[in-house]
T-cell receptor, first 113, second 117 residues
C-alpha cells in the first residue's frame, strides 16, 4: 500500500484559474514533507519543504499547507500558467524507514489556453 | 540546469545486456542517490552513497549495483536486463548525509531513459 496518496490523479484547468492538489500520507513520524514539480522527461524540482511544525509555505504562485494531525497536505496554484503543466509530486521523509523519502505517484496537471 | 549531470540521456538495449548509467553530482555535494521511475509510477529509491561509501539501500535488485568514485561521480550498473527494467533512472545529490532527510537541498538530474527491447 502506497504510504503517500495523491489526488486527483490528473487535472485539466484553464489558464489563469486556481487549483488545489491533495496529498494524504500515513507515514509517521515524519521529518518533512516536500512538493516537487516534474516536467515531462525532466528531473523533479523542489517547490516547498515543510517540517511537521510548519502549517504553510509559499513559493511564488505555489502555496503548500500541512496538517500534521490529519496527515494531509495540499498544494495550491494561483493564476495558473501554461508552464505549470507538469506532474506534481508529494514526498514525505519517513523517520521510521531511516529517513528515506517516500514518493507519491503524482498529480498530472494540464493547463490549457 | 540543475547542476546534476546524467549520461546518457537515452539508452536502448536488448534483454540480457548490461548497461552503466553515470551521474555527476552538483559541485560540493557529497551524497548521491539513485531512483527508478517506471511508467506512471512514483520514484522508487534504489541506493545512496555519501563520500564514496554506501549509506542507504532501497528496493534495489541484486542485478543492479552502484558505486561512487573518489571524484564523487557515481555509476549505476544494471545487468541481465529485463523488459521490466525499462524506466527513467534519476540521480539526485545533496551536500549532507542524514540518511535521506535533508533540508538543505536535494537536486535531481534530468534522468536517463532506459528502454529494454
Amino acid at each position: 500500500k502506497n504510504q503517500v496518496e495523491q489526488s486527483p490523479q490528473s487535472l485539466i484547468i484553464l489558464e489563469g484559474k486556481n487549483c488545489t492538489l491533495q496529498c494524504n500520507y500515513t507515514v509517521s513520524p515524519f521529518s518533512n514533507l516536500r512538493w516537487y514539480k516534474q516536467d515531462t522527461g525532466r528531473g523533479p524540482v523542489s517547490l516547498t519543504i515543510m517540517t511537521f511544525s510548519e502549517n504553510t509555505k509559499s513559493n511564488g504562485r505555489y502555496t503548500a499547507t500541512l496538517d500534521a494531525d490529519t496527515k494531509q497536505s495540499s498544494l495550491h496554484i494561483t493564476a495558473s500558467q501554461l508552464s505549470d503543466s507538469a506532474s506534481y509530486i508529494c514526498v514525505v521523509s519517513a523517520r521510521e524507514y531511516g529517513n528515506k523519502l517516500v514518493f507519491g505517484a503524482g498529480t498530472i496537471l494540464r493547463v490549457k489556453s | 540546469d540543475s547542476g546534476v549531470t546524467q549520461t546518457p540521456k537515452h539508452l536502448i538495449t536488448a534483454t540480457g545486456q548490461r548497461v552503466t548509467l553515470r551521474c555527476s553530482p552538483r559541485s560540493g555535494d557529497l551524497s548521491v542517490y539513485w531512483y527508478q521511475q517506471s511508467l506512471d509510477q512514483g520514484l522508487q529509491f534504489l541506493i545512496q552513497y555519501y563520500n564514496g561509501e554506501e549509506r542507504a539501500k532501497g528496493n534495489i535488485l541484486e542485478r543492479f549495483s552502484a558505486q561512487q568514485f573518489p571524484d564523487l561521480h557515481s555509476e549505476l550498473n544494471l545487468s541481465s536486463l529485463e523488459l521490466g527494467d525499462s524506466a527513467l533512472y534519476f540521480c539526485a545529490s545533496s551536500a549532507h548525509n542524514t540518511g535521506q532527510d535533508n533540508n538543505y537541498g536535494y537536486t535531481f538530474g534530468s534522468g536517463t531513459r532506459l528502454t529494454v527491447v
